[in-house]
C-alpha cells in the first residue's frame, strides 16, 4: 500500500464514530473515560461485548455482528489501515452493535472495567515462534483478559498454528484451566465446533484452506483466581504432538 493510500485511510478514520483511536497519554497508566462505559457510551444497550484482538481488517469482527444482533463486537487492532476496511463498512452499513478500537492489546486493562467484556476471540494471531511472551494466549496476556472478563466469560482461538494451539493447550493444563472444547481439524470433524466457528472464514482461513493446513479450534475460560504460570514447554506431551505433525509435513 502506498503511503498517499494510507494517509487517505488515517484521515477517513478520523471520520467514523465507530472507531476509537485513545491516545497514548489516555492509556499509559491511567484509565480511558470509556472504561466501564462501553454499553451506555458507545452501544447504548446492555447486550454483552465481545473483543477480537489483533482483528486486522475486521472481517471476523463485522461476520459475528451480522450474524449476532443482541450482542456488541469490538474489534481490536493497532494498524490504522487494516482498521479502515472493517470501520467504512460498519460505517457505511450502519451496524449499530460494532465497533472499532485502534490501540495496543497490551492497554485493554486501561480500556475495560472488570466484567465488562463478556467474550474474547484471538482469530490467526501471529504464532511468535521463539517469543512465548508475546503470544495472545501466553499467561501475561491471559491474565489482563481475565481481568476484564466476566466470571464465565470464554476465550476462543482459532488458528491455522499447531504451535500457538498446542502451547495454549499446555497453558490451559499448567494452570487447571476449563477447557470447553477443542478440535485440531475443524473442517475435517464436522459437528465437532460450533457453526459459526465454520460458517465464518477470514480472507486469511480460506487461504490456509486452499493450501489444505487444518484449522484449529479451541474455547476455554480463564476462571482459576491463582496466579498463571507459565508452562514446561520443552517438557509438554503437546510439544511431541507438535513436533511430531512438524516432522510429518
Avoid at 497519554?25 to 484509565?31: F, I, Y
Avoid at 452501544?43 to 477480537?52: C, H, K, T
Avoid at 499447531?162 to 487447571?176: H, K, Q
Wanted: include cysteine; aromatic fraction near 12%.
Amino acid at each position: 500500500m502506498s503511503k498517499k493510500n494510507k494517509l487517505l485511510k488515517f484521515k477517513e478514520n478520523e471520520t467514523f464514530k465507530c472507531l476509537i483511536q485513545p491516545r497514548t497519554e489516555e492509556v499509559l497508566r491511567c484509565n480511558h473515560p470509556l472504561k466501564g462505559n462501553w454499553h451506555r457510551e458507545v452501544f447504548g444497550n446492555d447486550s454483552p461485548i465481545v473483543l477480537e484482538l489483533g482483528c486486522g481488517k475486521g472481517e471476523y469482527t463485522i461476520a459475528l455482528a451480522e450474524k449476532y444482533p443482541d450482542s456488541n463486537f469490538i474489534g481490536l487492532d493497532i494498524k490504522g489501515a487494516r482498521l479502515w476496511k472493517g470501520a467504512k463498512y460498519a460505517n457505511d452499513n450502519q451496524l449499530p452493535n460494532v465497533a472499532f478500537l485502534r490501540t495496543r492489546i497490551e492497554f485493554i486493562e486501561s480500556l475495560f472495567a472488570a466484567g465488562e467484556v463478556a467474550e474474547i476471540w484471538i482469530t490467526f494471531a501471529d504464532p511468535q515462534e521463539g517469543k512465548p511472551k508475546k503470544r495472545l494466549t501466553h499467561p501475561l496476556f491471559l491474565t489482563r483478559y481475565r481481568n476484564i472478563l466476566k466470571e464465565s466469560g470464554i476465550i476462543h482461538l482459532k488458528t491455522d498454528s499447531r504451535l500457538l494451539y498446542f502451547y495454549t493447550m499446555e497453558v490451559a493444563a499448567t494452570n487447571s484451566l476449563e477447557v470447553i472444547t477443542h478440535c485440531e481439524d475443524i473442517y475435517g470433524s464436522p459437528g465437532s465446533v460450533p457453526e459459526e466457528i465454520t460458517t465464518i472464514q477470514t480472507f486469511y482461513e480460506s487461504y490456509f484452506l486452499m493450501r489444505d493446513i487444518p484449522i484449529t479450534y479451541m474455547a476455554f475460560r480463564t476462571n482459576s483466581q491463582e496466579d498463571l504460570i507459565s508452562p514446561e514447554w520443552d517438557q509438554s506431551p503437546y510439544i511431541q504432538s507438535y513436533k511430531t505433525i512438524t516432522i510429518m509435513k
